[in-house]
Every structure is written in structure tokens, then in C-alpha cells.
């Protein structure tokens, strides 16, 4: 009977240990998740932070110095006209 008592104890102190193994790389993993999570955050901000000011300045840049607009191109019925119009002169 002690044998099957010693037997019973060391199989449950098993389990437990395993169990208190699982816990602590269930921790570790939410531990790193949670850093590697704080750190994305940190660097979205920055990176916002970096395009907001980029943007700010080509828009006191393009304020300072505005771009002429470009000329249209004339449409195909105004070429037609004008191709007509040269034949019929000459």
C-alpha cells in the first residue's frame, strides 16, 4: 500500500511540475508578446510623427513656391478642326 501511495504522490508531483513549467512559458510568451506589441506601437508613432512633419513641410514648400499648372492637352475634335481648317486654307 505505501508503494501504490509513494506511486500516486510522484505521479500527481509530475502533472504538477508540468503544469508549473506550461504556466511559466505560457507567461513568458505574454510577456514577450506584450513587449514586442509596446515596441510596434512606439515605432508606428515615430513613423507618424516623421511622415506628419514631412508632410507639413512640402505643404509650406509647395505654399512658398507654387507649381505653374500644366498646360491641357487639346482634345482630338480641336486637332481634327485645326487639321481642316489648315487644308481647306491651303
Known sequence: MAE???NIMEKAEARFMEKQ???AERNQ???EYVSE????TIKTA???A???????????AEALNPVAPKKKRASRAVKKADVA???VQS
Open 85 to 87: 481648317s489648315t487644308e
Open 21 to 23: 513549467k506550461k504556466t
Open 37 to 40: 506589441a509596446k515596441a510596434r
Open 50 to 60: 516623421l511622415r506628419l512633419a514631412k508632410e507639413e513641410a512640402d505643404r509650406a
Open 29 to 31: 510568451a505574454t510577456a
Open 4 to 6: 501504490f501511495s509513494q
Open 46 to 48: 515615430r513613423l507618424r
